[in-house]
């Protein structure tokens, strides 16, 4: 079982950069795809972006689409989500997810339903 714990965020203006990072506990992290989701105020939680047990797929929202970056290093049991051109409706609690059972190399899913553990969440505030 893993454990994702979220590192990163803060209150950055319009068009600046965040870096969060999800870490998890070893020695099985790669066997896990995981995927960032955010939820603002008063919203549903929405996928963000996620990466495939090796790293070598990714899937991305629309949203966030040539601003945001996932990658990983499972040496280190650590993904990386750098968020750069960050915009006001940005803002929420960005979460990261684990999801057993995919086999190496598949696109990792945008569904929430389909993640098993969830890390507690970091904010996320984006001024104007």
């Known amino acids: 079982q893993v454990q994702p714990v979220e590192f990163g965020g803060g209150q950055v203006q319009a068009g600046g950069s965040l870096r969060l990072s999800c870490v998890a506990s070893?020695?099985?992290?790669?066997?896990?795809?995981i995927a960032w989701f955010r939820q603002a105020p008063g919203e549903e939680r929405e996928f963000v972006a996620a990466i495939s047990r090796e790293g070598s797929k990714r899937k991305y929202s629309e949203s966030v689409k040539g601003r945001f970056t996932i990658s990983r290093d499972n040496h280190e049991n650590t993904v990386i989500l750098q968020m750069n051109s960050l915009k006001p409706e940005d803002t929420a609690v960005y979460s990261c997810?684990?999801?057993?059972?995919?086999?190496?190399?598949?696109?990792?899913?945008?569904?929430?339903?389909?993640?098993?553990?969830w890390g507690q969440g970091t904010q996320v505030t984006v001024s104007s």
């Open positions: 070893p020695p099985t992290f790669s066997l896990y795809s």
């Open positions: 997810a684990a999801k057993a059972g995919d086999p190496l190399l598949q696109r990792p899913s945008g569904d929430l339903n389909d993640y098993d553990y």
